[in-house]
């Protein structure tokens, strides 16, 4: 194999800058050329490539977001569009591609493998840690601690003028982050896609834990049955008269920022297997951790099975420490 491709896709993680540094300096390594694809599966049709050197890569193992670039691209789905795609990799003679994304990023590479016939490896990206085979995917642990950092700032102004704060955070199909940030943040509730959410019941406990205490904070991922922080908060409402509502959408604050130990040393480590094992001649396989060892998953397994928080052992966890 002389030349990889990369891209990063879909939504931007903190840690896809370490993998792409990772991958680039492996594949020199082992003298193959890599080429860097701009904006995703976007500048993969328009052929925006760049042949990537040592220098490309310098000083960027800290930086939040892609150098590379990332596009959501609902044209690759038409096969007549992704015709121009398969002709640019072709041209540029690419022998294997790198996936750095989401689920819906490896629905094109899975695509793109059969159409093309190269072999492609992908490396989960996404702060949702949804991604089933994995127990963590690259950006997730550096988002967990920007929204605990926030949430601990949120609670000094609830405390101080004993208010409700209802905290928004992303997760549109999972609740890994809005559960685990919960634990770790000190909430007294969180709401998340994988449960029904009680809002007769969610007001009687707060009632009830707000029985001299100055503050609470809820935790509500953004895919909630019934709603975003808005919404509960105005559902709620009616059923907690005497209290001080308000709530704080974080947003994109949870995708940037400088990636944690974690997410770098996770990067790297997958960014070297995925080279390794496409100069094995390895395919349609995505790039996992278990255990602290990093693995591979079935690509089809990580598209189409789905990953669920344990959600009865961390509400357990969580109602044993908001008593």
Known sequence: MKKIGILTSGGDAPGMNAAIRAITKAALHYGIQTVGIRDGFEGLMKGIFINMKYTDVDNIIHLGGTILGSARCPEFIDPEARKSAVANVKKAGIEGLIVIG????????NVLAKEVNIPVIGIPGTIDNDLYGTEATIGYDTALNTIVEAVDKIRDTASSHKRIFFVEVMGRNSGFLALNSAIASG????????????????????????????????????????????????????????????????????RGGSPSYFDRALATRSGIMAVELLMAGVS????????DEIITVELKDAIDKQAVPKIEKEELLLKLLTK
């Open 284 to 291: 349609k396989k995505m790039v996992g951790i278990k255990a």
């Open 102 to 109: 989401g689920d819906g990023s490896f629905r094109g590479a």
């Open 187 to 254: 909430a007294e509730s969180v709401l998340i896609p994988e449960t029904i959410t009680d809002i007769e019941a969610l007001a009687l406990q707060i009632k009830s834990q707000n029985k001299g205490r100055r503050s609470s904070i809820i935790i509500v991922a953004e895919g909630d049955k019934e709603g975003g922080a808005m919404d509960i908060m105005h559902k709620i409402k009616p059923h907690l008269d005497d209290f001080k509502l308000r709530t704080t959408i974080l947003g994109h604050i949870q």
